[in-house]
Protein backbone atom coordinates (compact mmCIF):
# COMPACT_ATOMS: atom_id res chain seq x y z
CA UNK A 1 0.00 0.00 0.00
CA UNK A 2 1.21 3.34 -0.95
CA UNK A 3 0.24 7.26 0.46
CA UNK A 4 -0.11 9.97 -1.24
CA UNK A 5 0.15 13.05 0.89
CA UNK A 6 -1.74 15.71 -0.17
CA UNK A 7 -1.15 19.57 0.56
CA UNK A 8 -3.82 22.03 -0.61
CA UNK A 9 -2.22 25.45 -0.44
CA UNK A 10 -2.79 28.60 -1.34
CA UNK A 11 0.17 31.52 -0.47
CA UNK A 12 1.64 29.43 2.36
CA UNK A 13 5.22 30.29 1.53
CA UNK A 14 5.68 30.43 5.54
CA UNK A 15 4.26 27.04 6.06
CA UNK A 16 4.81 24.79 3.31
CA UNK A 17 8.70 23.50 3.69
CA UNK A 18 7.79 22.78 7.12
CA UNK A 19 4.93 21.05 6.67
CA UNK A 20 6.44 18.65 3.89
CA UNK A 21 9.31 18.03 6.12
CA UNK A 22 6.63 16.26 8.50
CA UNK A 23 5.54 14.40 5.37
CA UNK A 24 8.94 13.08 4.34
CA UNK A 25 8.08 9.38 4.97
CA UNK A 26 5.35 9.34 2.51
CA UNK A 27 5.12 7.68 -0.99
CA UNK A 28 4.60 11.27 -2.58
CA UNK A 29 4.55 14.38 -1.53
CA UNK A 30 2.09 16.84 -3.65
CA UNK A 31 1.36 20.49 -2.99
CA UNK A 32 -1.93 21.03 -5.04
CA UNK A 33 -1.58 25.11 -5.58
CA UNK A 34 -5.23 27.15 -5.73
CA UNK A 35 -4.17 29.05 -9.25
CA UNK A 36 -4.59 32.79 -7.19
CA UNK A 37 -1.70 31.95 -5.20
CA UNK A 38 1.35 34.81 -5.73
CA UNK A 39 3.67 34.17 -3.74
CA UNK A 40 6.88 31.66 -3.65
CA UNK A 41 4.64 28.15 -2.56
CA UNK A 42 5.10 26.84 -6.18
CA UNK A 43 9.25 27.37 -5.99
CA UNK A 44 9.87 26.34 -2.53
CA UNK A 45 7.78 23.52 -2.64
CA UNK A 46 10.02 22.30 -5.96
CA UNK A 47 13.21 22.83 -3.76
CA UNK A 48 12.44 20.50 -1.39
CA UNK A 49 11.41 17.73 -4.16
CA UNK A 50 7.60 17.67 -3.72
CA UNK A 51 5.36 17.41 -6.78
CA UNK A 52 3.30 20.99 -7.61
CA UNK A 53 0.51 20.48 -9.13
CA UNK A 54 -1.80 24.07 -10.00
CA UNK A 55 -6.05 24.08 -10.06
CA UNK A 56 -8.41 26.45 -10.31
CA UNK A 57 -10.36 26.72 -6.74
CA UNK A 58 -13.88 26.90 -6.72
CA UNK A 59 -14.83 26.11 -3.14
CA UNK A 60 -13.42 23.32 -0.40
CA UNK A 61 -14.91 20.26 -1.19
CA UNK A 62 -14.31 20.75 -5.10
CA UNK A 63 -10.78 21.60 -4.59
CA UNK A 64 -10.43 18.46 -2.33
CA UNK A 65 -11.92 15.92 -4.42
CA UNK A 66 -10.07 17.51 -7.54
CA UNK A 67 -6.76 16.88 -5.45
CA UNK A 68 -7.54 12.98 -5.47
CA UNK A 69 -8.77 12.90 -8.89
CA UNK A 70 -5.27 13.97 -9.87
CA UNK A 71 -3.33 11.55 -8.22
CA UNK A 72 -2.79 7.72 -8.16
CA UNK A 73 -2.75 6.32 -4.76
CA UNK A 74 -3.94 3.52 -2.46
CA UNK A 75 -3.76 5.88 0.53
CA UNK A 76 -4.77 9.41 0.12
CA UNK A 77 -3.58 11.78 3.35
CA UNK A 78 -4.82 15.49 3.22
CA UNK A 79 -2.41 17.95 5.61
CA UNK A 80 -3.42 21.45 5.67
CA UNK A 81 -0.04 23.62 4.84
CA UNK A 82 -0.43 25.30 8.85
CA UNK A 83 -0.40 21.41 10.22
CA UNK A 84 2.66 19.09 11.35
CA UNK A 85 2.55 15.22 11.11
CA UNK A 86 4.37 14.20 14.22
CA UNK A 87 7.23 10.96 13.88
CA UNK A 88 3.90 8.97 16.43
CA UNK A 89 1.41 9.99 14.23
CA UNK A 90 3.43 8.63 10.72
CA UNK A 91 4.23 5.32 12.42
CA UNK A 92 0.52 5.22 13.12
CA UNK A 93 -0.61 5.97 9.69
CA UNK A 94 1.56 3.99 8.23
CA UNK A 95 0.81 0.91 10.32
CA UNK A 96 -2.87 1.29 9.35
CA UNK A 97 -2.22 1.50 5.62
CA UNK A 98 0.47 -1.42 5.63
CA UNK A 99 -2.02 -4.03 5.37
CA UNK A 100 -5.79 -4.62 4.11
CA UNK A 101 -8.27 -3.44 6.78
CA UNK A 102 -11.66 -2.88 6.48
CA UNK A 103 -11.89 0.74 7.45
CA UNK A 104 -11.74 3.04 4.02
CA UNK A 105 -11.52 6.17 5.96
CA UNK A 106 -9.25 7.61 9.34
CA UNK A 107 -10.26 10.12 11.41
CA UNK A 108 -7.43 12.35 12.85
CA UNK A 109 -7.35 14.34 16.50
CA UNK A 110 -5.81 17.93 16.21
CA UNK A 111 -3.77 20.15 18.97
CA UNK A 112 -4.36 23.21 17.73
CA UNK A 113 -2.34 25.93 18.49
CA UNK A 114 -4.69 29.31 19.06
CA UNK A 115 -2.70 32.66 19.58
CA UNK A 116 0.21 30.84 20.36
CA UNK A 117 -1.19 28.14 22.90
CA UNK A 118 -2.36 24.63 23.20
CA UNK A 119 -5.85 24.91 23.49
CA UNK A 120 -7.53 21.99 24.59
CA UNK A 121 -10.80 23.20 26.05
CA UNK A 122 -13.92 24.92 24.84
CA UNK A 123 -14.42 22.64 21.88
CA UNK A 124 -11.11 22.92 20.46
CA UNK A 125 -9.94 19.21 21.32
CA UNK A 126 -10.15 16.24 19.94
CA UNK A 127 -11.15 17.80 16.58
CA UNK A 128 -11.52 14.90 14.98
CA UNK A 129 -10.77 15.65 11.38
CA UNK A 130 -10.85 13.42 7.87
CA UNK A 131 -7.61 12.95 6.45
CA UNK A 132 -6.57 9.56 5.44
CA UNK A 133 -8.92 8.05 2.91
CA UNK A 134 -8.73 4.75 1.07
CA UNK A 135 -8.34 6.03 -2.72
CA UNK A 136 -12.02 5.48 -4.60
CA UNK A 137 -13.98 5.36 -1.47
CA UNK A 138 -14.10 8.68 0.17
CA UNK A 139 -15.32 12.03 -1.54
CA UNK A 140 -15.83 15.50 -0.32
CA UNK A 141 -18.87 17.63 0.28
CA UNK A 142 -19.92 21.10 1.17
CA UNK A 143 -18.25 23.98 -0.01
CA UNK A 144 -17.04 24.90 3.16
CA UNK A 145 -15.66 23.41 6.48
CA UNK A 146 -15.99 20.35 4.21
CA UNK A 147 -16.89 17.16 4.99
CA UNK A 148 -15.55 13.20 3.74
CA UNK A 149 -18.11 10.90 2.83
CA UNK A 150 -16.83 7.31 2.88
CA UNK A 151 -18.89 4.26 1.12
CA UNK A 152 -17.47 1.74 4.14
CA UNK A 153 -16.14 1.57 7.60
CA UNK A 154 -14.24 4.76 9.52
CA UNK A 155 -11.48 4.31 12.16
CA UNK A 156 -10.32 6.88 14.51
CA UNK A 157 -6.44 7.21 14.92
CA UNK A 158 -4.77 8.05 18.69
CA UNK A 159 -1.79 10.60 17.62
CA UNK A 160 -2.67 13.89 17.50
CA UNK A 161 -1.89 16.44 14.22
CA UNK A 162 -0.37 19.39 15.14
CA UNK A 163 -2.02 22.57 14.04
CA UNK A 164 -0.54 25.95 14.29
CA UNK A 165 -4.24 27.77 13.58
CA UNK A 166 -5.03 31.46 14.22
CA UNK A 167 -1.91 33.28 14.81
CA UNK A 168 -3.81 36.14 16.43
CA UNK A 169 -6.64 37.90 16.83
CA UNK A 170 -6.39 39.98 13.73
CA UNK A 171 -5.95 36.57 11.79
CA UNK A 172 -8.83 35.37 13.69
CA UNK A 173 -11.16 37.99 12.62
CA UNK A 174 -10.04 37.35 9.14
CA UNK A 175 -10.79 34.09 8.65
CA UNK A 176 -13.99 34.16 10.44
CA UNK A 177 -15.18 37.18 8.63
CA UNK A 178 -14.94 34.85 5.49
CA UNK A 179 -16.42 31.81 7.16
CA UNK A 180 -19.17 33.51 8.12
CA UNK A 181 -20.16 34.71 4.98
CA UNK A 182 -20.31 30.87 3.56
CA UNK A 183 -21.90 29.56 6.57
CA UNK A 184 -24.13 32.32 6.18
CA UNK A 185 -25.08 31.33 2.55
CA UNK A 186 -25.37 28.06 3.14
CA UNK A 187 -27.84 28.56 5.92
CA UNK A 188 -29.76 30.73 3.17
CA UNK A 189 -29.93 27.92 0.62
CA UNK A 190 -31.38 25.34 2.97
CA UNK A 191 -34.09 28.34 3.81
CA UNK A 192 -33.29 28.78 7.49
CA UNK A 193 -35.18 32.22 8.27
CA UNK A 194 -33.85 33.92 11.79
CA UNK A 195 -35.91 35.91 13.59
CA UNK A 196 -34.87 39.13 14.97
CA UNK A 197 -33.62 37.72 18.37
CA UNK A 198 -31.90 34.86 16.50
CA UNK A 199 -28.00 36.42 16.52
CA UNK A 200 -28.30 37.01 20.12
CA UNK A 201 -29.88 33.84 21.75
CA UNK A 202 -27.34 32.14 19.09
CA UNK A 203 -24.30 33.64 21.29
CA UNK A 204 -25.14 33.71 24.17
CA UNK A 205 -25.72 29.41 23.77
CA UNK A 206 -22.39 29.63 21.96
CA UNK A 207 -21.14 31.11 24.35
CA UNK A 208 -22.65 29.02 27.42
CA UNK A 209 -21.69 25.90 24.95
CA UNK A 210 -18.08 26.31 25.49
CA UNK A 211 -17.16 28.28 28.24
CA UNK A 212 -19.42 26.72 30.66
CA UNK A 213 -20.18 22.68 28.92
CA UNK A 214 -17.21 22.36 27.08
CA UNK A 215 -15.06 23.82 30.02
CA UNK A 216 -13.39 26.68 28.44
CA UNK A 217 -13.43 28.65 31.89
CA UNK A 218 -10.93 25.96 33.04
CA UNK A 219 -8.13 28.18 30.59
CA UNK A 220 -8.76 30.86 31.86
CA UNK A 221 -8.66 34.30 30.35
CA UNK A 222 -7.65 32.30 26.73
CA UNK A 223 -10.54 30.61 26.82
CA UNK A 224 -12.89 33.61 27.82
CA UNK A 225 -11.14 35.61 25.34
CA UNK A 226 -11.93 32.49 22.56
CA UNK A 227 -15.29 31.95 23.80
CA UNK A 228 -16.30 35.50 23.44
CA UNK A 229 -14.57 35.79 20.45
CA UNK A 230 -16.63 32.61 18.73
CA UNK A 231 -20.00 33.93 20.18
CA UNK A 232 -19.73 37.29 18.67
CA UNK A 233 -19.17 35.65 15.18
CA UNK A 234 -21.93 33.51 15.73
CA UNK A 235 -24.04 36.31 16.29
CA UNK A 236 -22.56 37.92 12.79
CA UNK A 237 -23.38 34.62 10.70
CA UNK A 238 -27.01 35.04 11.72
CA UNK A 239 -27.12 38.79 11.08
CA UNK A 240 -25.59 37.65 7.78
CA UNK A 241 -27.92 35.87 6.99
CA UNK A 242 -30.62 38.06 7.85
CA UNK A 243 -29.27 40.52 5.62
CA UNK A 244 -29.74 38.08 2.90
CA UNK A 245 -33.10 37.28 3.84
CA UNK A 246 -34.01 41.07 3.00
CA UNK A 247 -32.38 41.40 0.07
CA UNK A 248 -34.21 38.20 -1.21
CA UNK A 249 -37.22 40.17 -0.46
CA UNK A 250 -36.29 43.15 -2.20
Avoid at 24 to 36: H, M
Avoid at 81 to 103: C, G, N, Y
Avoid at 167 to 174: K, P, Q, T
Amino acid sequence: MNVTAIVPARDEERNVVDCLASLAWADRRVVFVDTRTTDRTVELARQVRADVIQHPFENFAQFHNAAMDAVRADWILFVDADERVTPELAVEMQTVTAEEREEVLWWVPRHNYIFGRLTLRAGWYPDYQARLLRSGRARWERPVHEVAVADGPEGRLVHPLIHYNYDDVADFVSRQNRYTDFDADILFQERVRPQFYTPYAQAVRHFWWRYVTLRGARDGLHGLRLSLLMAYYEAVKYRKLARLWRRAGR
